[in-house]
T-cell receptor, first 112, second 112 residues
Framework: DGGITQSPKYLFRKEGQNVTLSCEQN?????MYWYRQDPGQGLRLIYYSQIVNDFQKGDIAEGYSVSREKKESFPLTVTSAQKNPTAFYLC???????????FGPGTRLTVL | RKEVEQDPGPFNVPEGATVAFNCTYS??????FFWYRQDCRKEPKLLMS?????NEDGRFTAQLNRASQYISLLIRDSKLSDSATYLC?????????????WGLGTSLGVNP
């Protein structure tokens, strides 16, 4: 099946620990994105990548890091520097020359 | 003025009703427009793109008014399964994988 997968679905971590969220797509999309959604809030862009080995900061990049070593994969690391990491994290991808984004099922991160 | 504004609702309507949502955007140069649907605790899913000429997909009709800078979504013959949050999305530049601007969403509840 073609699609975007994120794992795990739920993740619990202790404060001060770094954690990496997985995002994989087999749609052959060039662009990939990471968003954060808090209860009752809109989507906020963390990082995005339009091509392998290149990525740009979004609106709330502080405390996060990414890599794009392969077209299919765009992992997000939530570092201990992120002040309020508990949130719903959504990964999306987009084909070339379109703005339409398709989402994975998301990862709910809870920092205790 | 927010870049993309939506009435948060909630809109509560009976089954079979017709309901319409509007969304205003501030950047007159915006090129692409979308409606996404998000169910509770799930990822957003593309409902439809919005074209200048307007477009229809079954019970759903989307319209774009560039002069007044708003897009609309009309849902006819509402079903219980239409209950969700509807997100208005605007792309400032067409087809080059730039950032999307997301509205906060309009909540719809369809009641038996």
């Amino acid at each position: 099946d073609g699609g975007i997968t994120q794992s795990p679905k739920y993740l619990f971590r202790k404060e001060g620990q770094n954690v990496t969220l997985s995002c994989e797509q087999n749609l052959n999309h060039d662009a990939m994105y990471w968003y954060r959604q808090d209860p009752g809030q809109g989507l906020r862009l963390i990082y995005y990548s339009q091509i392998v080995n290149d990525f740009q900061k979004g609106d709330i990049a502080e405390g996060y890091s990414v890599s794009r070593e392969k077209k299919e994969s765009f992992p997000l690391t939530v570092t201990s520097a992120q002040k309020n990491p508990t949130a719903f994290y959504l990964c999306a991808s987009s084909p070339s020359n379109t703005d339409t984004q398709y989402f994975g099922p998301g990862t709910r991160l809870t920092v205790l | 003025r927010k870049e993309v504004e939506q009435d948060p609702g909630p809109f509560n309507v009976p089954e079979g009703a017709t309901v319409a949502f509007n969304c205003t955007y501030s950047n007159s140069a915006s090129q692409s427009f979308f409606w996404y649907r998000q169910d509770c605790r799930k990822e957003p899913k593309l409902l439809m793109s919005v074209y200048s000429s307007g477009n229809e997909d079954g019970r759903f009709t989307a319209q774009l008014n560039r002069a007044s800078q708003y897009i609309s979504l009309l849902i006819r013959d509402s079903k219980l399964s239409d209950s969700a949050t509807y997100l208005c999305v605007v792309a400032p530049n067409a087809g080059n994988n730039r950032k999307l601007i997301w509205g906060l969403g309009t909540s719809l509840g369809v009641n038996p």
